[in-house]
């Protein structure tokens, strides 16, 4: 099945940086106050608060799926007489309008557009996510595993499958008898979103329940809701879902 996936810009710098193999997406509110049970490799059942009987359940993903990505874009004309105009994405810290290679990391195997498609070439606001057709894309996520599980069982391997990065970094200057030393400790952040963390979190979990919060708390979903989430592991391919081909893609 191909079916589109929303992503943010840092997450999309993630994957195409090769940090991301992990998404979790939020279950239907109505799945929220149940109990999930696995029943196999297959699916899943749910039993409602007071026993009722155990309903099949289903998470709308399946290893094998397609997921084609959605993210901020707009179209510019490739040639000097903008008769061959091709899509293209809002990289994050880049403008692709100003950079050649920004541009071909945005235009891997996209169809030509033509004129009286109705795209005005480099010109109005960004287009959003939301409106991303499936022939712009640039992202293809093979899904490799599914899990359903409360947002809060996530690991710290998990975090980093989420696009979180552990570095090294100075953390504190002390004083020693031989003069000041710096002392260096693991920090983790995710670029794009707390690059002005100065010290960053204590470790990945953290630093993703920072991201999780930002782009969910709002609608009821954060962190300390722990709501039941759908954990996807995926192949990352950067082209077109329609350009894919099994075994290597782009």
């Not at 991301?20 to 039993?47: A, C, E, S, Y």
Request: glycine fraction near 10%; proline fraction near 8%; include cysteine.
């Amino acid at each position: 099945m191909k079916r589109p996936i929303l992503f943010s810009g840092p997450m999309v710098r993630a994957l195409l940086e090769g940090r991301k193999t992990q998404t979790r997406r939020v279950l239907p509110i109505q799945m929220q106050n149940v109990h999930l049970d696995m029943v196999g490799p297959t699916g899943w059942q749910f039993t409602a608060d007071g026993g009722s009987p155990r309903i099949p359940f289903h998470p709308g993903y399946s290893v094998g799926d397609l997921l084609w990505g959605r993210e901020t874009w707009n179209v510019w004309a490739s040639s000097r007489d903008g008769d061959e105009w091709w899509p293209y994405a809002k990289i994050p810290s880049e403008d692709p309008r100003l950079d050649e290679d920004a541009r071909s990391q945005s235009c891997v195997d996209f169809p030509v557009l033509s004129e009286n498609q109705g795209y005005d070439a480099g010109k109005g606001p960004w287009r959003p996510c939301i409106h991303m057709p499936r022939w712009a894309s640039r992202l293809t996520l093979k899904v490799t595993d599914v899990r359903v599980q409360r947002l809060q069982d996530i690991s710290g391997d998990d975090a980093v499958a989420e696009g979180v990065v552990e570095d090294l970094e100075v953390v504190e200057i002390v004083g020693t008898p031989n003069g000041p030393s710096e002392r260096s400790d693991y920090r983790s952040r995710v670029p794009g979103v707390h690059d002005d963390h100065e010290t960053g979190f204590d470790d990945p979990v953290e630093a993703f329940i920072d991201l999780w919060d930002g782009l969910n708390k709002k609608r009821g979903f954060g962190w300390d809701a722990n709501p039941w989430v759908v954990a996807n592991t995926f192949q990352f391919h950067h082209c077109n879902v329609d350009a894919f081909k099994d075994g290597g893609g782009q």
